[in-house]
């Protein structure tokens, strides 16, 4: 194992050390601190890859592991270190080659911004935590680097804390992320009180030899899975994510599409050989990963804030990641987690770029006929939605289609569908969001607000729109090369080499199923068909299937009523129940207490309370009475013996 690994976290924390010592006063120099830090981390992570490339097939990889004893409880011995292996590897140079192409981008979107330096700040804590995390060893590790992942976020996504909406959406992450980790902490107490390890490999073992086994480790896993539903924003959990784009786009690029939200896809990736032993928990995964991209799929039909249609899509497409680990195929969920950080990287830094190039505006209803003013942009944005939706060749296309396939391949016809269906709802939302932005002509909502000059102000951002400067469209260059090439590497050309470098030779993939991808390719097609019929060619009128089908539209724009039901929950449940619990600690509870302490009073403190005087002769009287009484018992005592 290459012995500068450690370096790779620690950079970017030294990142954070320099600019809060020459950062602060010279705001320009920290996003310089940032770049160069990460940038350094980037390419010891790239060195990194190519070495476990280069290290000599042996079958199923296998971790290699170095540790130190961190500190001892009970006689465990509770270790810290680095897990290095081609999971690993990949994992720890997706997430600093995408933090680093942020951090570039970030110099022109931030640019101005008042809490420059503070903004980079974060995002050397951010990118230490999700680094840490990737090489931790064992749950006990990971599970700390797990939470400052999720101190990192709240910081990021309430960056604007003075946007009461931002202040609400850091404090909802927080919150509801709590619950998943929650339920992960009490799996990996599960996991130690019956195997006396944290180690991942010991856990594995102890699985293997019986230690653990049945319902316990069923129950341990599911428990483990919940850490991973929260970070990546899983159905029921995932409705912090949407709110989440109240921070800056570059932090929705980099925590809530990339990185942060793939850390519950890396966790199941990284205990595979645990969830594989237990049948009822890859189900479990399974099914809780097809059913939320689908939900979370038709959320994004009807979204118009450009962020949120993307915020929807990430929800989605873990979903899918999340079928193809719990359909058995680590490497495909792998796969597509690597290739969606590249190509949704894209596209919401190109969504950064509209927002920044129409003076702030994010609606897509407002916007039209940019494809002119910022080609640019609408071209990346559009290579960034071909991945995404899964046409070839794109990187897209080759990752979703192994999903499809293992989806196929398990017997289950209802994931299957699952999987068939988003692919064509992927296509149609992604598409509607690039024609509304780019395609035709400016448009003004009836909504629209009028400036003082009696101009439409939304008007006025489309007519002024312009492409990014440099330092913002070069990243998007990048990512878009990216989103074009990445899926090669698992694709037949190449002898499915991803697949074999992370899963070992029975992992890989020569051979496309030609009928799944062509009927899953078939149906993206016809997704992306009836997003131009609406709003390309006007072939159909949205607004008019919007009146057929109100009540269903009204779910959707209204997220099928989770948050309200959550509020309901929060509002009249939990805090109903609190309060009961307050009046039966005050009027039960206090009320016993102060009634022993009046029946006390009722019975003996009248009459003692009469024996404090203030008078000398009575306490003397009371001293001489009680050496009469005591001389009376020691007397006694001996004429007894």
């Known amino acids: 194992m290459p012995g500068y690994l450690w370096l790779v976290p620690a950079l970017p924390l030294v990142g954070l050390v320099l600019i809060l010592i020459v950062g602060l006063p010279r705001p320009r120099l920290s996003g310089y601190i940032a770049i160069l830090t990460i940038g350094l981390a980037l390419i010891l992570s790239g060195l990194g890859l190519l070495w476990q490339i280069a290290q000599p097939s042996t079958g199923v990889p296998v971790p290699r592991v170095s540790t130190l004893s961190w500190f001892e409880v009970g006689g465990a011995v509770l270790p810290v270190g680095i897990i290095y292996d081609p999971l690993a590897a990949a994992m720890l140079f997706t997430v600093a080659l995408v933090s680093w192409v942020v951090q570039v981008y970030s110099q022109g979107y931030m640019h101005g911004d008042p809490g420059y330096s503070r903004y980079f700040a974060f995002m050397c804590i951010f990118t230490t935590s999700m680094l840490g ?50 339920g992960f902490l009490v799996g990996i107490l599960i996991l130690f009180s019956r195997t006396h390890t944290f180690d991942f490999d010991g856990i594995q073992k102890a699985v293997q030899a019986g230690t653990l086994g049945g319902g316990v480790l069923v129950l341990a896993m599911i428990l483990v899975f919940c850490g991973a539903v929260g970070k990546s924003a899983q159905f029921p959990l995932h409705v912090w994510l949407p709110d989440a784009m ?30 594989a032993m237990s049948s009822t928990a890859m189900l479990v995964v399974a099914w809780v990963g097809g059913f939320t991209a689908l939900f979370a799929a038709t959320q994004g039909l009807v979204m118009t804030d450009i962020k949120r249609v993307l915020a929807y899509s990430t929800i989605s497409q873990l979903g899918y990641m999340m079928l193809g680990l719990g359909v058995g195929s680590m490497a495909a969920g792998t796969f ?23 003076g702030g505006e994010q609606n897509l209803l407002s916007m039209g006929g940019l494809f002119r003013k910022m080609p640019t942009t609408a071209v990346t944005f559009l290579i960034g939605g071909l991945a995404l939706a899964a046409i070839p060749p794109f990187s897209g296309f080759w990752s979703k289609d192994e999903i499809v396939a293992a989806a196929f391949a398990s017997g289950n016809t209802i994931l299957f569908l699952f999987a068939i269906v988003t692919a064509g709802l992927t296509a149609f939302y992604i598409f509607r969001a690039w024609l509304l932005a780019f395609v035709g002509d400016p448009r003004t909502p009836p909504s629209a607000a009028v400036d003082v000059a009696g101009r439409d102000s939304h008007a006025a951002h489309s007519h002024d729109a312009h492409d990014a400067p440099a330092v913002m469209t070069i990243p998007l260059i990048v990512l878009a090369a990216l989103a074009v090439f990445s899926g090669f590497v698992g694709s037949p050309l190449l002898n499915g080499a991803f697949q074999g470098f992370i899963g070992g030779p029975e992992e890989a993939h020569a051979v496309v199923d030609l009928p799944l991808a062509a009927l899953s390719t078939g149906i993206s097609l016809v997704g992306i068909l009836i997003a131009w019929g609406f709003y390309g060619g006007h072939w159909f009128s949205a607004d008019a299937v919007t009146r057929a089908l109100w009540p269903i539209y009204q779910l959707l724009v209204n997220k099928y009523y989770m948050d309200d039901a959550y509020n309901w929950l929060v509002g009249k449940g939990l805090i109903g129940l609190s309060n009961l619990f307050a009046w039966f600690d005050q009027n039960v509870i206090d009320g016993v207490v102060n009634g022993v302490a009046w029946l006390a009073y009722a019975m003996f403190g009248w009459v003692l309370t009469r024996t404090v005087s203030g008078r000398l002769p009575n306490y003397a009287l009371g001293f001489f009475v009680g050496v009469v009484i005591l001389a009376s018992f020691v007397v006694g005592a001996a004429m007894g013996r």
């Open 133 to 182: 995390l990737v090489l931790s060893p064992n749950f006990l590790q990971m599970y700390v680097f797990w939470e400052l992942v999720g101190l990192s976020s709240y910081l990021l996504i309430g960056f604007w804390y003075e946007r009461p909406a931002a202040a609400a959406a850091a404090v909802k992450a927080f919150v509801t992320t709590r619950f998943g980790d929650l």
């Open 336 to 358: 597509h987690l690597i290739n969606h950080a590249f190509f949704k990287a894209l596209l919401f830094l190109a969504a950064g770029a509209v927002i920044h190039g129409t």
């Open 246 to 275: 109240e921070g800056p786009t570059p932090v929705s690029a980099l925590i809530h599409a990339a990185t942060m939200v793939a850390a519950g896809v890396y966790l199941v990736a990284r205990a595979f050989p645990i969830f």
